[in-house]
């Protein structure tokens, strides 16, 4: 029996990626789309799906405050207690990178964007397991079971977690990182960095006076080191302070570049995926 399935992304291009890939694995029906999260809502309401899939960013209700808006009303429809079980939820979500440790619970999945074939498929196939072993419990025991959904403890519970990650991250962050030039170790304020980009392994650090390099071994790792309100993957290979940003320059077939306020004015691509979050900062 195919899973009955919601996309819900502001992107008409992500929605239509998404549909494509989900096409391709199978047994999949997507039987609505929305665009927006108060669509979410009455979408789920009416259609109760398996699965959704819900963009983390969106304006007005981003994909936590659709959660939450569903266990609101499950809970006043019964009496303030925990109503039971919600869909299957999978987060998409382009740059929210101190999240994703947070979508590492039963209850959800995550998809990093661009989406993967391969990551669309495997987290359908975690579902697919899911309703499976709900299916089973359900025809074995005496009474129905709960089914496989997370239940509104379950999200709240996520939600937490959620809200520890982001404090812990925020914690964790040191002002200063060190940053090697030539043979000096230098303790270089976040704030003065301009961007970090790597090349054959290499980790580039430059600021508006020097550049030097950073003992880290990716990206990914130094990432975890810089306050996230204040630095963007704006790209595969760059990681930028929004605040040293000193131009937007529109690029072909709608892409963008970013000019910094390093010496050299360093121009650096902003990738497909990370448009829609350019566009948010600024409000393009």
Not at 43 to 65: K, N, R, S
Not at 186 to 209: F, K, P
Not at 228 to 242: D, E, S, T
Not at 253 to 276: C, F, G
Request: aromatic share 6%; net charge negative; glycine share 4%.
């Amino acid at each position: 029996m195919p899973i009955s399935a919601l996309i819900v992304d502001d992107e008409k291009l992500a929605r239509d990626e998404l549909k494509y890939l989900l096409d391709a694995v199978g047994d999949v029906d997507v039987v609505a789309q929305g665009a927006n999260g108060i669509e979410a809502v009455n979408l789920i309401e009416e259609h109760h799906p398996d699965l959704v899939f819900l963009d983390v960013q969106m304006p007005g209700l981003d994909g936590f405050a659709v959660i939450q808006r569903l266990v609101e009303r499950n809970r006043l429809r019964n009496g303030g207690k925990d109503a039971g079980p919600l869909p299957q939820f999978v987060f998409a979500t382009a740059y929210d990178q101190y999240a994703v440790r947070a979508f590492e619970v039963n209850a959800v999945d995550y998809l990093l964007k661009p989406f993967d074939r391969a990551r669309v498929c495997a987290a359908v196939e975690r579902v697919r397991a899911r309703l499976h072993a709900g299916s089973s419990n359900a025809a074995s025991a005496a009474e129905p079971a709960a089914g496989p959904q997370p239940t509104s403890s379950q999200i709240d519970a996520l939600l937490k977690l959620l809200n520890r990650s982001q404090d812990a991250e925020r914690a964790a962050h040191p002002a200063k990182l060190v940053v090697q030039a030539q043979s000096r170790l230098l303790l270089v304020d976040q704030a003065d960095i301009c961007y970090a980009a790597i090349d054959e392994g290499i980790i580039r650090i430059v600021t508006r006076s020097f550049e030097g390099h950073s003992k880290c071994r990716t990206l990914e790792e130094l990432q975890e080191l810089l306050d996230p309100a204040h630095f963007w993957r704006a790209h595969r290979g760059f990681v930028v302070n929004i605040n040293h940003i000193r131009e937007v320059v529109p690029w072909f077939k709608s892409s963008y570049q970013l000019r910094m306020n390093d010496k050299q004015q360093t121009e650096i691509p902003v990738s497909r995926a990370q448009t829609k979050r350019l566009r948010e900062l600024f409000n393009l």
